[in-house]
């Protein structure tokens, strides 16, 4: 054998060693197919061939109305690997409400409330599922036309009563339901910040500032029984984020210091009467309990890239421990709870100008699977409702909903 047989021999088996083979399978076959930003060849059965340097690759498979596919996948050395993809058809974005602001579960799973796209009308919307799986909304206004100023709307567990919050202080709303007439609006406080109804209809937790000072408020639903439970200026903490566990017995508190380092997460529980830290990390922002009350998930100013929102979000046990990221860029307002141990969350792509919905399971290392995207305003609240059959967002052109397939 000759010494230049030899030399390609020998080029042939290192070329050889140095790359994948890959044949990758998409349906349907009219998609987009890329890897590492690069367009690839598909044929008409949807079936692709090429050869990558050993490593990861990024996979992304596209169409009009289906949900995209993108997967990093570690490629060996001198192996042939196939790979097979089928989209998923984008569920169908119903369109509760144009306009429509506040959203809010209702009294029953099969229930919503918001305000109307006027700003002068409480409404309730009752869902259901047709037999082809198309969502069916029938809506009532369950207050007079006559509602204005509302900056935010907090519910009674029963939904019989709200606070609204305006520029001119806090006034309690009695909804009266077969009364529109004698419905009532009065001034409930003034001076308060953020503002949490317990879930058992015990007590309204607010944060208070008359003259500078710094108090937790537990209050009836008239406030007129007020009980100062925590001087909130000995802990440093100043006009927090609050939040109940469902269970009624935990208080989340964040505070919302100048200075973000400070702004860590406590626990007040209500029957040791305590306050104490469960996360010493600073730069929280929001926090909601999962349905048993064991879990927390986080929202932590992060700055990350520029083309997510600021926040990323996490999850621990309810006393601070077992903290792992989620690797999800959203806030909680994004975020709602499938299972004590899975969520639903929306994370916005400013250079995609879509919102992607989520569902990640944190008990497993599978990676999140994206079930919905839409092109939309960035997501500001997402809820379930009909027992988790349908997702329900709010953004600035209004409340959608599509079937949590």
């Given at each position: 054998?000759?010494?230049?047989?030899?030399?390609?021999?020998?080029?042939?088996?290192?070329?050889?060693?140095?790359?994948?083979?890959?044949?990758?399978?998409?349906?349907?076959?009219?998609?987009?197919?890329?890897?590492?930003?690069?367009?690839?060849?598909?044929?008409?059965?949807?079936?692709?061939?090429?050869?990558?340097?050993?490593?990861?690759?990024?996979?992304?498979?596209?169409?009009?109305?289906?949900?995209?596919?993108?997967?990093?996948?570690?490629?060996?050395?001198?192996?042939?690997?196939?790979?097979?993809?089928?989209?998923?058809?984008k569920p169908e974005i119903f369109n509760v409400e144009s306009g429509a602001s506040f959203l809010s579960a209702g009294k029953n799973s099969n229930e919503i409330v918001y305000l109307d796209s006027t700003g002068t009308t409480l409404m309730?919307?009752?869902?259901?599922?047709?037999?082809?799986?198309?969502?069916?909304?029938?809506?009532?206004?369950?207050?007079?036309?006559?509602?204005?100023?509302?900056?935010?709307?907090?519910?009674?567990?029963?939904?019989?009563?709200?606070?609204?919050?305006?520029?001119?202080?806090?006034?309690?709303?009695?909804?009266?339901?077969?009364?529109?007439?004698?419905?009532?609006?009065?001034?409930?406080?003034?001076?308060?910040?953020?503002?949490?109804?317990?879930?058992?209809?015990?007590?309204?937790?607010?944060?208070?500032?008359?003259?500078?000072?710094?108090?937790?408020?537990?209050?009836?639903?008239?406030?007129?029984?007020?009980?100062?439970?925590?001087?909130?200026?000995?802990?440093?903490?100043?006009?927090?984020?609050?939040?109940?566990?469902?269970?009624?017995?935990?208080?989340?508190?964040?505070?919302?210091?100048?200075?973000?380092?400070?702004?860590?997460?406590?626990?007040?529980?209500?029957?040791?009467?305590?306050?104490?830290t469960v996360s010493d990390i600073g730069n929280q922002i929001s926090a909601v309990f999962s349905p048993d009350s064991s879990k927390i998930i986080y929202s932590t100013y992060s700055k990350g890239t520029g083309d997510t929102d600021p926040?990323?979000?996490?999850?621990?046990?309810?006393?601070?421990?077992?903290?792992?990221?989620?690797?999800?860029?959203?806030?909680?307002?994004?975020?709602?709870?499938?299972?004590?141990?899975?969520?639903?969350?929306?994370?916005?792509?400013?250079?995609?100008?879509?919102?992607?919905?989520?569902?990640?399971?944190?008990?497993?290392?599978?990676?999140?699977?994206?079930?919905?995207?839409?092109?939309?305003?960035?997501?500001?609240?997402?809820?379930?409702?009909?027992?988790?059959?349908?997702?329900?967002?709010?953004?600035?052109?209004?409340?959608?909903?599509?079937?949590?397939?």
């Amino acid at each position: 054998m000759s010494l230049a047989v030899v030399v390609v021999a020998i080029f042939g088996l290192v070329w050889f060693l140095n790359r994948s083979f890959v044949t990758i399978t998409i349906s349907p076959a009219a998609a987009k197919l890329t890897v590492d930003n690069a367009p690839l060849s598909v044929n008409r059965r949807g079936v692709a061939k090429t050869t990558l340097s050993p490593g990861v690759h990024t996979i992304k498979i596209e169409a009009e109305n289906f949900l995209s596919v993108s997967r990093d996948v570690n490629f060996k050395r001198g192996r042939k690997n196939s790979l097979s993809f089928t989209l998923e058809v984008k569920p169908e974005i119903f369109n509760v409400e144009s306009g429509a602001s506040f959203l809010s579960a209702g009294k029953n799973s099969n229930e919503i409330v918001y305000l109307d796209s006027t700003g002068t009308t409480l409404m309730r919307a009752t869902l259901s599922l047709s037999d082809d799986k198309k969502i069916i909304v029938t809506k009532d206004p369950i207050t007079s036309s006559r509602l204005s100023g509302i900056n935010q709307i907090v519910w009674s567990p029963s939904k019989d009563l709200a606070l609204f919050k305006k520029n001119d202080g806090v006034y309690l709303f009695d909804f009266q339901k077969y009364d529109f007439v004698n419905q009532t609006e009065n001034l409930w406080g003034g001076d308060i910040g953020d503002i949490a109804w317990a879930p058992d209809n015990s007590k309204i937790a607010y944060f208070n500032n008359p003259g500078g000072e710094k108090s937790l408020i537990f209050a009836n639903a008239a406030n007129t029984e007020k009980t100062r439970v925590v001087n909130l200026a000995d802990f440093g903490i100043d006009n927090p984020f609050l939040a109940w566990s469902p269970d009624s017995q935990y208080l989340i508190l964040i505070p919302r210091n100048q200075d973000y380092a400070t702004n860590k997460i406590y626990l007040y529980d209500v029957y040791a009467g305590s306050l104490k830290t469960v996360s010493d990390i600073g730069n929280q922002i929001s926090a909601v309990f999962s349905p048993d009350s064991s879990k927390i998930i986080y929202s932590t100013y992060s700055k990350g890239t520029g083309d997510t929102d600021p926040y990323i979000i996490s999850v621990m046990n309810r006393d601070g421990s077992n903290q792992k990221s989620l690797d999800i860029r959203t806030s909680t307002d994004g975020v709602a709870w499938i299972t004590n141990n899975s969520i639903l969350a929306a994370q916005y792509s400013r250079s995609g100008n879509n919102e992607l919905f989520f569902t990640q399971d944190f008990t497993s290392n599978t990676e999140p699977e994206t079930i919905q995207s839409i092109e939309s305003k960035i997501v500001n609240h997402v809820l379930l409702a009909l027992d988790n059959n349908v997702a329900l967002y709010e953004n600035a052109d209004g409340v959608f909903a599509f079937e949590l397939q």
